[in-house]
């Protein structure tokens, strides 16, 4: 089973930025989508965004549309993603997963057999 590691969270202003950095115990880059989650205290997880294996198709949730962007290096096994102009509803545990991948097209949807890494924190306040 594939196991994922989140990395680059913090705690930063509003209006500022962070890249975090998922990478995978073993990585099938033909193979794999991969979206980001997340999860604020007190809520569920939520799909943020998503990236087919390729790099050729992202989406992203409309509250991070135009703020947040999805790339991946597959030399380098890992996905990131740039968040930029961020704000205080964007606190939250971050995480990735390999998600499903629709007519070459990434989805926001996991396998069954996901399991959740430890995720990174972000924390945006003044």
């Known amino acids: 089973q594939v196991q994922f590691v989140e990395s680059g969270g913090g705690l930063v202003q509003p209006g500022g930025s962070l890249r975090l950095s998922c990478s995978a115990s073993?990585?099938?880059?033909?193979?794999?989508?991969i979206g980001w989650f997340r999860q604020a205290p007190g809520k569920e997880r939520e799909a943020v965004s998503c990236?087919?294996?390729?790099?050729?198709?992202?989406k992203y949730e409309d509250s991070v549309k135009g703020r947040f962007t999805v790339s991946r290096d597959n030399i380098k096994n890992t996905v990131y993603l740039q968040m930029n102009n961020l704000k205080p509803d964007d606190t939250a545990e971050y995480y990735c997963?390999?998600?499903?991948?629709?007519?070459?097209?990434?989805?926001?949807?996991?396998?069954?057999?996901?399991?959740w890494g430890q995720g990174t924190r972000v924390t945006v306040s003044a």
């Open positions: 997963a390999a998600t499903r991948t629709v007519q070459s097209m990434c989805t926001m949807t996991t396998f069954p057999e996901n399991a």
């Open positions: 990236i087919n294996a390729r790099g050729t198709s992202t």
């Open positions: 073993e990585w099938s880059s033909d193979y794999y989508s």
